[in-house]
């Protein structure tokens, strides 16, 4: 069964400065994986998605994530917090690119960004 | 070109009645997934729904039921509803090997 472990249920940034969400995943397939933002009273959106291809993936509004296989990680990052990103994350798992494939999702991790 | 669209937005149900949810897919998709995000947890997958059949479910009773329409458009019917069935659902719609899109969710409260 797939899993995904979310570190830090609440992360808060400055302004301008890295911001940096933590996640794991468990899977016993060649995982693809992916970051979605939800926006209060709003659905979810993609971000970024890994699908085999280049382990470092970019995103919308400044983004990425970088797959790690020994470490069995997918993190999110982006190198200056904008207050527009404070949001709630989700680093989900699936085992196939499909859009028919399942996605299992972590817990999500809240950002806010600090003026 | 309308996203993927729920309605209502909003309902409150009283414990043990039943509940009808409703879901149009983005133009052009054929296959319907419904999730179930409680407070504070992250989405769950219930079922999802090709050519009018449910292909795929989750690990929900059967008290959880959906269907299909020609359109593509989909309802998720919940009876008997319990206090812990308080979420908001997503749906969410795709095409073949494409992504997920997401609508905006219905915040579903039993009391």
């Known amino acids: 069964a797939q899993s995904v472990t979310q570190l830090g249920s609440h992360v808060s940034v400055s302004e301008g400065a890295l911001v940096l969400l933590r996640c794991n995943y468990s899977s016993s397939v060649p995982p693809y994986l992916f970051w979605y933002v939800q926006y209060p009273n709003q659905g979810l959106q993609l971000l970024l998605k890994?699908?085999?291809?280049?382990?470092l993936v970019k995103g919308i509004n400044g983004f990425e994530a970088e797959f790690k296989k020994s470490e069995t990680s997918f993190h999110l990052t982006k190198p200056s917090a904008h207050m527009s990103d404070a949001a709630e994350y989700f680093c989900?798992?699936?085992?196939?690119?499909?859009?028919?494939?399942?996605?299992?999702f972590g817990k999500g991790t809240r950002l806010s960004v600090i003026a | 070109d309308a996203g993927v669209t729920q309605s209502p937005t909003h309902l409150i149900k009283t414990r043990g009645q039943q509940v009808t949810l409703r879901c149009s897919p983005k133009s052009g998709h054929d296959t319907v997934s419904w999730y179930q995000q409680a407070l504070g947890q992250g989405p769950q997958f219930i079922f999802q729904?090709?050519?009018?059949?449910?292909?795929q479910r989750g690990n929900f009773p059967d008290r959880f039921s959906g269907h299909q329409f020609p359109n593509y458009s989909s309802e998720l019917n919940v009876n008997a509803l319990l206090l812990g069935d308080s979420a908001l659902y997503l749906c969410?719609?795709?095409?073949?090997?494409?992504?997920?899109?997401f609508g905006p969710g219905t915040r579903l409260t039993v009391t």
């Open positions: 989900a798992v699936s085992e196939g690119n499909s859009g028919n494939t399942p996605l299992v």
């Open positions: 729904y090709y050519e009018e059949e449910e292909r």
């Open positions: 969410a719609s795709s095409l073949a090997t494409y992504e997920q899109y």
């Open positions: 890994y699908t085999s291809a280049a382990t």
